[in-house]
Protein backbone atom coordinates (compact mmCIF):
# COMPACT_ATOMS: atom_id res chain seq x y z
CA UNK A 1 0.00 0.00 0.00
CA UNK A 2 0.99 3.29 -0.96
CA UNK A 3 -0.49 6.77 0.18
CA UNK A 4 0.24 10.31 -0.95
CA UNK A 5 -0.82 13.05 1.60
CA UNK A 6 -1.52 16.78 0.51
CA UNK A 7 -0.95 20.01 2.55
CA UNK A 8 -0.57 23.33 2.05
CA UNK A 9 -4.02 24.41 0.23
CA UNK A 10 -5.78 27.39 0.62
CA UNK A 11 -7.52 31.32 -0.19
CA UNK A 12 -4.92 33.48 -1.23
CA UNK A 13 -5.41 37.19 -2.80
CA UNK A 14 -4.41 37.65 -6.50
CA UNK A 15 -0.87 37.80 -6.46
CA UNK A 16 0.34 35.90 -3.59
CA UNK A 17 1.54 32.76 -3.07
CA UNK A 18 1.38 29.15 -1.77
CA UNK A 19 3.45 26.65 -1.07
CA UNK A 20 1.92 23.02 -1.51
CA UNK A 21 3.26 19.69 0.06
CA UNK A 22 3.04 15.99 -0.91
CA UNK A 23 4.45 13.43 1.45
CA UNK A 24 4.56 9.56 -0.27
CA UNK A 25 4.25 6.60 2.21
CA UNK A 26 4.02 3.01 2.70
CA UNK A 27 5.73 0.03 1.08
CA UNK A 28 7.89 2.05 -1.27
CA UNK A 29 11.34 0.96 -2.81
CA UNK A 30 11.68 4.03 -5.48
CA UNK A 31 9.82 6.81 -7.03
CA UNK A 32 10.09 7.85 -10.45
CA UNK A 33 8.56 10.97 -11.72
CA UNK A 34 6.34 12.94 -9.21
CA UNK A 35 4.17 15.59 -10.43
CA UNK A 36 0.95 18.27 -9.14
CA UNK A 37 -1.91 18.32 -11.27
CA UNK A 38 -5.03 20.28 -11.09
CA UNK A 39 -8.85 20.41 -11.92
CA UNK A 40 -10.97 23.64 -11.80
CA UNK A 41 -14.61 23.19 -11.50
CA UNK A 42 -16.20 21.97 -14.89
CA UNK A 43 -12.77 21.42 -16.30
CA UNK A 44 -11.09 17.88 -17.18
CA UNK A 45 -7.59 17.41 -14.60
CA UNK A 46 -4.31 19.02 -16.49
CA UNK A 47 -0.74 18.39 -15.36
CA UNK A 48 0.84 21.86 -13.93
CA UNK A 49 4.44 20.08 -13.18
CA UNK A 50 6.54 17.25 -13.38
CA UNK A 51 9.61 16.51 -11.95
CA UNK A 52 11.98 13.18 -13.01
CA UNK A 53 13.67 11.42 -9.95
CA UNK A 54 17.19 13.26 -11.49
CA UNK A 55 15.28 16.66 -10.91
CA UNK A 56 14.15 17.23 -14.46
CA UNK A 57 11.21 19.51 -14.30
CA UNK A 58 8.48 20.17 -16.86
CA UNK A 59 5.96 22.80 -16.68
CA UNK A 60 2.39 24.12 -18.47
CA UNK A 61 3.11 27.15 -20.10
CA UNK A 62 0.55 28.62 -18.29
CA UNK A 63 2.49 28.36 -14.82
CA UNK A 64 6.09 28.72 -16.42
CA UNK A 65 7.92 31.40 -14.39
CA UNK A 66 5.23 31.62 -11.74
CA UNK A 67 5.49 28.07 -10.23
CA UNK A 68 8.37 25.55 -8.86
CA UNK A 69 8.53 21.96 -8.24
CA UNK A 70 10.85 20.30 -5.99
CA UNK A 71 11.55 16.67 -4.61
CA UNK A 72 13.27 15.68 -1.98
CA UNK A 73 14.03 11.67 -2.77
CA UNK A 74 15.39 10.76 0.91
CA UNK A 75 12.25 11.78 2.45
CA UNK A 76 9.82 10.72 -0.80
CA UNK A 77 8.07 13.99 -0.46
CA UNK A 78 7.67 16.45 -3.74
CA UNK A 79 6.83 20.76 -3.01
CA UNK A 80 4.87 23.06 -5.87
CA UNK A 81 5.99 26.71 -5.06
CA UNK A 82 3.14 29.10 -6.22
CA UNK A 83 4.01 32.59 -6.78
CA UNK A 84 2.11 35.62 -8.47
CA UNK A 85 -1.30 33.46 -8.32
CA UNK A 86 -4.04 34.58 -10.64
CA UNK A 87 -7.87 33.60 -10.24
CA UNK A 88 -7.56 31.15 -12.89
CA UNK A 89 -5.06 29.45 -11.29
CA UNK A 90 -8.32 28.51 -8.54
CA UNK A 91 -8.40 24.46 -8.33
CA UNK A 92 -8.11 21.44 -6.60
CA UNK A 93 -4.51 20.21 -6.89
CA UNK A 94 -3.43 16.38 -6.82
CA UNK A 95 0.06 15.12 -5.86
CA UNK A 96 1.02 12.17 -8.62
CA UNK A 97 3.61 9.78 -8.15
CA UNK A 98 4.97 6.59 -10.14
CA UNK A 99 5.94 3.88 -7.02
CA UNK A 100 7.63 1.08 -7.41
CA UNK A 101 6.88 -0.92 -4.25
CA UNK A 102 8.97 -3.45 -1.92
CA UNK A 103 7.10 -6.15 -3.77
CA UNK A 104 8.22 -5.67 -7.48
CA UNK A 105 5.36 -3.78 -8.66
CA UNK A 106 4.96 -0.39 -10.45
CA UNK A 107 1.79 1.70 -9.71
CA UNK A 108 1.05 5.44 -10.44
CA UNK A 109 -1.00 6.83 -7.27
CA UNK A 110 -3.01 9.96 -6.76
CA UNK A 111 -3.80 12.31 -3.32
CA UNK A 112 -6.53 13.17 -1.98
CA UNK A 113 -6.58 16.51 -3.77
CA UNK A 114 -6.05 20.36 -2.05
CA UNK A 115 -8.27 22.92 -2.44
CA UNK A 116 -6.60 26.24 -3.95
CA UNK A 117 -8.91 29.24 -3.86
CA UNK A 118 -7.22 32.92 -5.60
CA UNK A 119 -9.67 35.56 -5.04
CA UNK A 120 -9.64 38.97 -3.69
Known amino acids: QVQLVESGGGLVQPGGSLRLSCAAS????????MGWYRQGPGEQRELVAL???????NYADSVKGRFTISRDNAKNTVDLQMNSLKPEDTAVYYC??????????????WGQGTQVTVSS
Open 26 to 33: GSILSIND
Open 51 to 57: ITKRRTT
Open 96 to 109: NAEVFDLFGSRGVY
